[in-house]
């Protein structure tokens, strides 16, 4: 049975790329471009990971991990960045992201997320 994804990132791009493929291995992915619609939606639905870009206009990834973890503590969150040294990563990670990809990442370590419990 396939998993459920939440993507949030502001680059089109990205999304439907993720989608895409995620959707060919068999998971149901939901999108958002716009970071406190998919705050919302992370919040209103069980996804078994939560993927969410660091840099984003309105509102960053930090302060979308840590409104999801305050309301959610078990939700897995993964930080995506093309600045992994980036302050905001840290402030991801502190707030309970459970790891972050540099941007491109390779499909492989999201599926290996994925596995985990």
Not at 41 to 64: S, T, Y
């Amino acid at each position: 049975m396939g998993k459920r994804l939440l993507v949030i990132d502001d680059e089109q791009m990205i999304l439907d790329s993720i989608k895409i493929i995620f959707e060919d291995l068999g998971h149901s992915v939901s999108v958002s471009s716009d970071p406190r619609r998919g705050l919302d939606v992370a919040l209103r639905e069980d996804f078994d990971l939560i993927l969410v870009d660091i840099r984003m206009p309105g509102m960053n990834g930090a302060e979308v991990t840590a409104a999801v973890h305050a309301a959610r503590p078990s939700a897995r969150i993964l930080v995506i960045t093309a600045h992994p040294h980036d302050e905001l990563v840290t402030r991801a990670l502190e707030a309970g992201a459970v790891s972050v990809l540099r941007k491109p990442f390779e499909i492989a370590r999201v599926l290996d997320l994925l596995k985990e419990p």
